[in-house]
């Protein structure tokens, strides 16, 4: 005769309450779909921030010249040659912070443009580089 094994109880303060009823599958569907929604809008502006530029600009030299000033040339592309654009260059110390800013405009035409700009700078400068460029040309910086 078959004797019946009862299961001992297991204390719930050592090993915590039973386990309730399983996740309901729609809810796991809804948590995937949302995730992916979160991502795909991460990825968007990221891709937004951090993609290819419109206008850039690199440092091709720079030399210091006499009484606090600093001459930059650099090299400026850009995705619509025949857009004007700005860029702002600036001088840095020894410290290695900024001694001057100066905003150059990029005028219209040819692919790359190699432009030069004087820096005139608080202190003494030690080096120069480029801040950032846009086609967002300021009116005083305009030619028309």
């Known amino acids: 005769m078959g ?3 009862a299961v001992p109880a297991r204390p ?6 039973t386990r309730g009823a399983k996740p309901r599958p729609w809810g796991r569907r809804l948590f995937g779909i949302i995730a992916v929604a979160v991502s795909l809008g991460v990825a968007y502006v990221a891709y ?7 206008i850039e600009a690199q440092r091709v030299g720079f030399s210091v010249k006499p009484d606090n000033a600093i001459e930059i040339v ?4 850009r995705d619509e040659p025949g857009r004007p654009g700005v860029c702002i260059v600036r001088a840095r110390d020894l410290s290695g912070a900024e001694s001057g800013r100066r905003e150059v405009l990029v005028p219209a035409g040819g692919g790359t443009t190699r432009l030069t700009a004087v820096i ?7 080096t120069a580089d480029i801040f950032g460029c846009s086609y967002d040309v ?3 910086l305009s030619t028309s």
């Open 138 to 140: 300021p009116r005083y």
């Open 48 to 54: 937004a921030n951090l993609g290819t530029a419109p």
């Open 120 to 126: 005139r700078s608080v202190g003494e400068p030690v």
């Open 12 to 17: 719930e303060g050592r090993y915590g309450p």
């Open 3 to 5: 004797a019946e094994t």
């Open 74 to 77: 650099m090299d400026v592309t």
